[in-house]
């Protein structure tokens, strides 16, 4: 089936250091979604993106956090700065519509924050 | 305060037998329900789905049975096989959003 892949796998920071966490959507997609799982407990939506803006983050979205797709390159995730809380699998996925349209997930990449 | 609860947490069923992970919800709004699959190292990929008009869903050997009323769903997986050992949540959106609201899943494992 569609693939999306994110880079790097893992990630290990020291708290306060900028992240960006990189996601390369299925081709034809045009909806990206971030999601965040802290070990033990369930995936959490984070923010949803759609022609070049944000549609809806949630509260776990902080202000540190900012995402982007310039020129249908990577979609990114950026930490900027990192805190402790912020260790988690961040999930990318993205859609070719918005309702009733399959969310394909990546693999993640595991953050650890020191 | 959870939105989406699995039960159990982990479950071991033998090679052939019917596995049966429940899950239920708060928000009455939620009219969508997705079950993922995940193996170790990967994302969750789309299993089975079922929207809130439906009591029963099938493909193949999963089933996912839906109680409107009583806000519950399950997904049955009947001849498990031990591919099937791997983490399944259930997941629930409203109309109009496609923000997914994830339970904690159940792991599942297949004995031969």
């Known amino acids: 089936g569609p693939k999306v892949l994110q880079i790097p796998s893992h990630q290990i920071i020291d708290m306060g250091q900028m992240v960006t966490l990189n996601c390369d959507p299925v081709s034809n997609h045009l909806y990206f979604y971030w999601y965040k799982q802290i070990l033990g407990q369930q995936m959490e939506f984070l923010v949803n993106f759609y022609n070049g803006k944000v549609m809806e983050k949630s509260k776990l979205f902080k202000d540190q956090f900012s995402v982007e797709r310039p020129d249908g390159s990577y979609f990114t995730l950026k930490i900027q700065p990192t805190a402790l809380e912020d260790s988690a699998v961040y999930f990318c996925?993205?859609?070719?519509?918005?309702?009733?349209?399959?969310?394909?997930f990546g693999p993640g990449t595991r953050l650890l924050v020191l | 305060q959870q939105q989406v609860r699995q039960s159990p947490q982990s479950l071991t069923v033998w090679e052939g037998e019917t596995a049966i992970l429940n899950c239920s919800y708060e928000?009455?709004?939620?009219?969508?329900f997705p079950w993922y699959q995940q193996f170790p190292g990967e994302g969750p990929a789309l299993l089975i789905s079922i929207s809130s008009v439906s009591d029963k869903k099938e493909d193949g050997r999963f089933t996912i049975f839906f109680n409107k009323r009583e806000k519950k769903l399950s997904l049955h997986i009947t001849d498990s096989q031990p591919g099937d050992s791997a983490t399944y949540f259930c997941?629930?959106?409203?109309?109009?959003?496609?923000?997914?609201?994830f339970g904690q899943g159940t792991v599942l494992s297949v004995i031969p």
């Open positions: 997941a629930a959106r409203t109309g109009g959003n496609n923000k997914l609201t």
């Open positions: 996925a993205s859609s070719p519509g918005w309702t009733q349209d399959t969310q394909y």
């Open positions: 928000d009455s709004t939620f009219n969508y």
